[in-house]
């Protein structure tokens, strides 16, 4: 049998990753309500303008720690300052601090692998197939993830790459020489995964997942180019029936 290639996404792909997220997002909601007079805005409201000086936020600070707990202060800056109020520093302090429960290794523990994940890997590399980790963020935090999960025993050192941004080039680098008809991408992403794996000419494995409002910036399925290389599945441990079809 024929050696294939499989570049794996890490965030809502191999790992639960956007609830991370949005536990800290409903604190802040409650903070700022718990901190603003009957006047002030409402929970949508609050969550909502979270999210637009966030994704404002990936220009200056890209996808850096500091982006999302920033992104909480400046929040409270605005809200608050259109009610006539100016935080302190100590307020600030505290919604900082409620922004960096995002990046806690022993829920990234806790939470491990998406169902279907250990199954799927076990597959491949029993089947002598090449696994590699390609994974957008912050270096320190995707690899506390990798650590905190497990998946070094899937992916060595040498095999794992974190890129600050993800796009057809840095794809097609890691690709290199391999045979593209050989090499699959899987991930839960049209913009950063499914997207760049089809311009540069591989297969791409998409699995629907829910993720944070950049990534769902994207044009849809329709849209993309070279379909036939598209292969959509619901669940991750589908890619076993899709191996055994090759």
Known sequence: MTKKTW???????????HKDYSYPQLELVKWILDNTPY???????????????DQSNVD?????????????QLTVKDILGNLGMEPTSKQL?????????????????????????????????????????????????????IKATGLRRWFPYSNINVVLHKDAQVVRDLVGERDKSR??????????????????????????????????????????PNQENLIKLANLDDIIGVHLSL
């Open 60 to 72: 200056l600070k890209g996808f850096g720690m500091e982006r999302f707990p920033t992104s909480f």
């Open 39 to 53: 006047n002030g805005p409402d929970a949508h409201f609050i969550l909502n303008r979270q999210v637009e000086i």
């Open 93 to 145: 302090e505290e919604v900082y601090a409620i922004g960096m429960r995002a990046f806690d290794d022993t829920r990234y523990a806790k939470s491990g692998l998406l169902p279907g994940a250990e199954r799927v890997l076990d597959y491949l590399t029993e089947e002598g197939d090449d696994l590699l980790l390609l994974t957008k963020g912050d270096p320190k935090i995707q690899k506390r993830k």
């Open 7 to 17: 570049i794996f996404d890490l965030d809502d792909t191999l790992i639960e990753n």
């Open 183 to 224: 090499v699959y991408h899987v991930g839960n992403s049209i913009r950063s995964d499914i997207g760049p794996a089809l311009e540069v000419g591989i297969k791409a494995v998409y699995l629907p997942c829910e993720t944070w409002a950049y990534e769902r910036q994207h044009n849809g399925l329709s849209d993309l």
